[in-house]
């Protein structure tokens, strides 16, 4: 059965940080390309971060550059997404996604979805 398990959500004040994890199983993890994505109310889901097979490739949308960094643990099966500095319009739920392809197909396309996380950003 594939999983993928996000952990690491919560409330934090504006220029906090927090650590999100993604823990996978089910799939080959070394397989497949990893993303961190998000979605706010009333707003389309949109890519955050995501890191390719082996952590070989990364992006980093331009919203989030300079204070979001990906990381991934093989041995864990994890994916870490560190942020910092956060802001109150980094609100949203945080989900975990696994794509067969690299660069990472649009949504409708990516092959697994983890069931989120929330993260609140107080102002």
């Known amino acids: 059965e594939v999983q993928l398990v996000e952990s690491g959500g919560g409330l934090v004040q504006a220029g906090g940080s927090l650590r999100l994890s993604c823990t996978v199983s089910?799939?080959?993890?070394?397989?497949?390309?990893i993303g961190w994505f998000r979605q706010a109310p009333g707003k389309e889901r949109e890519g955050v971060s995501c890191i390719g097979s082996r952590g070989a490739s990364t992006h980093v949308a331009d919203s989030v550059k300079g204070r979001f960094t990906i990381s991934s643990d093989n041995a864990k099966n994890t994916v870490y997404l560190q942020m910092n500095s956060l802001k109150p319009e980094d609100t949203a739920v945080y989900y975990c996604?696994?794509?067969?392809?690299?660069?990472?197909?649009?949504?409708?396309?990516?092959?697994?979805w983890g069931q989120g996380t929330q993260v609140t950003v107080s102002s």
């Open positions: 996604a696994a794509d067969s392809r690299w660069p990472m197909r649009d949504t409708p396309l990516i092959d697994y």
């Open positions: 089910g799939f080959s993890f070394d397989d497949y390309a």
